[in-house]
């Protein structure tokens, strides 16, 4: 039930204005001008080089710094909960329950240490 979650999830990252502005010397991305590519999102201008490998653990290397405040390596059930929470209002969906963000975060802390590495985040988010 909760990995068909994580594509939107990751839908949602990518979504996220500053995560999207990342890469400006990515050498898979030829420089290329903006044009009417078919399918490509309406979104496309804030992502020039679309490309379409979606780069997990980028996105969670670069946005754990975002959420993970408390001086604790790893993101806390709350800081977790923080993060879906954005990324599901970046999707436009409905705020997640606190019922689905325990068992999400239940899901992801594979190693059961109470906190969510960027490790089992990335593989959760992967749907792993
Ligand atoms: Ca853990």
């Known amino acids: 039930m909760l990995r068909r979650f994580a594509p939107t999830l990751i839908a949602a990252a990518l979504a ?3 995560l999207a502005q ?3 010397n990515d050498p898979q991305s030829p420089p ?3 044009s009417t590519t ?4 309406t979104t496309a201008a ?3 080089d679309a490309t379409p490998v979606i780069d997990v653990d980028r996105i ?3 946005g754990f710094p975002t959420y993970d405040r408390d001086g604790v390596p790893g993101l806390s059930v709350t800081e977790f909960g923080q993060w879906v929470s954005v990324l599901f209002a970046n999707a436009r969906q409905s ?3 606190a019922g689905y963000i325990s068992a999400a975060f239940a899901q992801s802390d594979v190693s059961k240490d109470g906190v969510v590495s960027t ?3 990335a593989a959760f988010l992967k749907g792993g």
Request: aromatic share 0%; net charge negative; no cysteine.
């Open 95 to 97: 705020a997640p329950t």
């Open 16 to 18: 996220t204005p500053a």
């Open 119 to 121: 490790g089992e985040l």
């Open 32 to 34: 290329e001008s903006v």
């Open 22 to 24: 990342t890469t400006p």
């Open 46 to 48: 804030a992502q020039p």
């Open 38 to 41: 078919p399918g490509a999102p």
């Open 60 to 62: 969670v290397v670069l």
